[in-house]
């Protein structure tokens, strides 16, 4: 009698390989952020923007405010304008572009692709700080060159602050885009509801007051001035707890919840 050996059978378990990493997601999601057009675009207009900020300010302005210090504080307000437009398209572009299925699928746990995309965020803010350091060392340069001032009196503490600013900006654009999950919309509400709330906070006098408090223009200009307070320091986390915690902690809940189609 002879016996048949009965085939085995392997399966392969596609769960059981090692889930990716916290570090190599963010590096995904900086390169997403690049590998579009419209990313591409996007920092190549920001760049644009903040050399051409200091090329103004190197021909504005009397020759004592040309120093280290104003021109990178030109520089980091033309970045700071533009840079949460990339992290509201970080965001909305999953659910526009429809690649949240896979996304989502690849990566199960909704929350951890969201932290990536924040950590890629302020690695992003972080270089553009790096970018306006040496675009107003070579502006200061020149001023000095031509005559026209030049002051190194750019020091930790500009930096530092250039830091909180720059990442308070990508975080807001970060908690636009997660809380309406669509790129036009975010893009104009992210515009639209800040600049409205300035304009009524200057010209309505009663609205004045919480304007200080609330209007994230205002609370985060000490920073670019280097003029931070006590005081300032308790304006501006009320100002971030409004505009940036509370639409990224509701924002956070509905990519979590959102239906993936």
Do not use: C
Request: charged fraction near 15%.
């Amino acid at each position: 009698m002879t016996a048949i050996a009965e085939p085995e059978t392997r399966t392969h378990d596609v769960t059981a390989g090692k889930r990716p990493s916290l570090g190599r997601l963010t590096l995904v999601e900086l390169r997403k952020m690049a590998d579009t057009r419209a990313g591409r675009w996007l920092l190549a207009s920001v760049g644009l923007v903040t050399m051409g900020l200091v090329l103004i300010r190197l021909f504005a302005g009397s020759s004592d405010t040309r120093t280290a210090d104003e021109f990178f504080a030109f520089a980091l307000a033309g970045s700071g304008l533009l840079l949460p437009v990339l992290g509201i398209l970080a965001v909305t572009s999953e659910w526009n572009q429809r690649t949240s299925l896979v996304t989502f699928t690849l990566v199960p746990k909704r929350e951890r692709v969201l932290l990536a995309k924040v950590l890629a965020a302020v690695a992003i803010a972080l270089a553009s700080v790096a970018v306006a350091v040496a675009v107003a060392v070579l502006g200061n340069v020149a001023a000095d060159l031509l005559g026209r001032g030049g002051g190194w009196d750019l020091g930790v503490a500009d930096v530092a602050y250039g830091i909180v600013y720059q990442t308070i900006n990508m975080l807001m654009g970060i908690a636009f885009g997660a809380l309406l999950l669509a790129s036009g919309l975010a893009i104009v509400l992210y515009f639209v509801i800040p600049t409205a709330w300035s304009i009524l906070g200057e010209a309505v006098s009663a609205l004045r007051d919480a304007a200080g408090w609330l209007d994230l223009s205002v609370t985060t200009n000490p920073l670019l001035t280097d003029s931070m307070t006590g005081g300032s320091w308790g304006r501006l986390a009320t100002s971030v707890a409004v505009w940036v915690a509370v639409p990224l902690a509701a924002g956070t809940v509905r990519v979590l919840r959102h239906e993936v189609k």
